[in-house]
């Protein structure tokens, strides 16, 4: 990769008088989108069990695009944090509908036709993954490839940087968090655990599994469960049922 060109990505991300009240991430994204052939980019913390946090979204459509990902734990995002290597589908009505059931149907109805997510990572380590996508058809050319994995690369250069200047007990920087309802969610995963006795990531696969199957989000059933109405309870199957 080279090493001027990202720098240039992140010099022009940081530069308050390009920034104006956007976050690095935003900037970085915004300049991804207009300076390629993609109509929008999205980008999404991973953990252990998935896509975790939406950080920043370009247009609605790359907000779904994400944001279906994360609710149904399945997608090109999912594959290139645990394969460690980018997943491009330039044709995605041919692959989708097979490889990805869930996330397939509504991504193509909401004007997705092509989409390439390249893993953020420093050595076996993943950090979240950069999904671009296109409402038309196509591969990318050598050029595109080159630019696309240069702006992952400055995205991890700026997710590390904007951690290492937080505390560990402080959590995520500012600019890493507050963009998605992902708190609702990380409480609810961990109600389920001791309500069902499963790990986390058995819990969130039971939360994705019921939002699913109940054609809701998973944000919504996880409202469900952290308000009480809902409960995980292997004991009590009815109980679960009527919720």
């Not at 076996?124 to 950069?130: E, M, S």
């Not at 940087?161 to 402080?170: K, N, R, S, T």
């Not at 696969?205 to 809902?230: C, E, K």
């Amino acid at each position: 990769m080279c090493i001027s060109r990202v720098q240039q990505i992140l010099t022009a991300a940081v530069l308050p008088s390009r920034r104006g009240g956007a976050t690095h991430w935003e900037a970085l994204c915004a300049d991804c989108a207009a300076g390629l052939p993609f109509d929008g980019v999205g980008l999404a913390l991973m953990a252990d069990w998935g896509p975790a946090d939406l950080v920043a979204a370009t247009d609605g459509v790359a907000t779904l695009m994400e944001k279906l990902q994360r609710d149904l734990g399945e997608g090109p995002c999912v594959d290139a944090s645990s394969r460690r290597r980018p997943v491009l589908q330039p044709q995605l009505a041919a692959t989708a509908p097979t490889r990805w059931p869930g996330f397939g149907p509504p991504a193509l109805k909401a004007g997705i036709a092509a989409i390439f997510a390249f893993p953020l990572q420093v050595g076996q380590i993943w950090l979240g993954v950069l999904d671009l996508y296109r409402s038309v058809a196509g591969p990318l050319n050598a050029h595109d490839l080159t630019e696309a994995l240069a702006f992952a690369d400055a995205a991890t250069q700026v997710l590390l940087h904007l951690q290492d200047q937080m505390p560990l007990a402080e959590g995520l920087h500012p600019d890493l968090a507050g963009h998605d309802d992902h708190a609702e969610i990380h409480q609810a995963t961990g109600m389920v655990t001791v309500q069902a006795a499963v790990m986390l990531t058995e819990a969130l696969l039971l939360l994705r599994a019921r939002a699913f199957s109940s054609g809701r989000t998973l944000p919504q059933v996880a409202h469900d469960v952290v308000d009480g109405t809902l409960r995980f309870n292997p004991a009590d199957e009815d109980d679960e049922d009527e919720s």
